[in-house]
C-alpha cells in the first residue's frame, strides 16, 4: 500500500519511470479483466491504453489512493461498461439505419419484386397510349417536378389545358390499375 500511495504521487509529480513502472506492472491483467467484460482484445486493449492515457494526462490531480491496483480494475471495468453501452448504440444505430435501407430499396421478396415489375411495366404501357402532349406533361409534372404554371409556359399553352390533360392521364392510369388488382 504504501508503494502505491509512493507511485501515485511520483506520477502526480510527472515521474515518467513511476508511470512506466504502473503501466508494465497492470496493462496485461487490465487487458484480460477487460476481455471478459468487452469480449474483444482490440476493444479490451483500447479501453486500457485509454485509461493510461487518461491518467498521465491528468495526473496532476490524480487522487492519492491507498490502493491503486483497486483503483485500476474499478476504472477498467466502468470503461469497459461504457465501451459496451457505447458500442450498442453504435449497433443499433447501424441496425436501423440498414433497415430504414432496407425498406426504402423495397422487399427483396421475389414476389413482391415481380409484381412491382408488372406494375412498372402497366404504367409504362398506359402512357405509352397516350398523346404525345399527354405523356410530356405527365413526365414534366411527375419526374422533373414542374407545376402546372411552368408546363403551360413551356409548352405555350393554358394552365386548364395542362390540368385537363392531366386529369385525362390520371383518370386512365387509375382505371388501368384498377383493371390489374382486379384480375
Not at 404501357?125 to 403551360?152: N, Q, V, W
Amino acid at each position: 500500500m504504501l508503494g502505491d500511495v509512493l507511485l501515485l504521487t511520483k506520477i502526480r509529480n510527472g515521474d515518467i519511470a513511476a508511470f512506466k513502472e504502473v503501466f508494465e506492472k497492470y496493462y496485461a491483467p487490465l487487458c484480460m479483466y477487460a476481455l471478459y467484460i468487452v469480449n474483444d482484445w482490440t476493444d479490451a486493449e483500447e479501453v486500457v491504453q485509454e485509461l493510461f492515457y487518461v491518467i498521465w494526462k491528468n495526473r496532476s490531480s490524480l487522487p492519492v489512493l491507498h490502493s491503486l491496483r483497486n483503483y485500476l480494475y474499478g476504472a477498467v471495468r466502468n470503461q469497459s461498461l461504457q465501451y459496451v453501452e457505447h458500442k450498442n448504440i453504435v449497433n443499433r444505430y447501424h441496425a436501423s439505419e440498414q433497415k430504414k435501407q432496407h425498406d426504402e430499396e423495397g422487399s427483396s421478396d421475389p414476389q413482391q419484386q415481380m409484381e412491382m415489375s408488372e406494375l412498372e411495366n402497366l404504367v409504362d404501357k398506359t402512357l405509352a397510349k397516350l398523346p404525345d402532349r399527354c405523356r410530356k406533361i405527365f413526365s414534366m409534372h411527375r419526374d422533373e417536378g414542374m407545376k402546372y404554371r411552368e408546363i403551360a409556359d413551356a409548352l405555350q399553352i393554358s394552365v386548364k389545358t395542362v390540368e385537363a390533360d392531366m386529369s385525362r392521364t390520371l383518370k386512365l392510369l387509375r382505371e388501368e390499375i384498377e383493371t390489374y388488382f382486379n384480375s
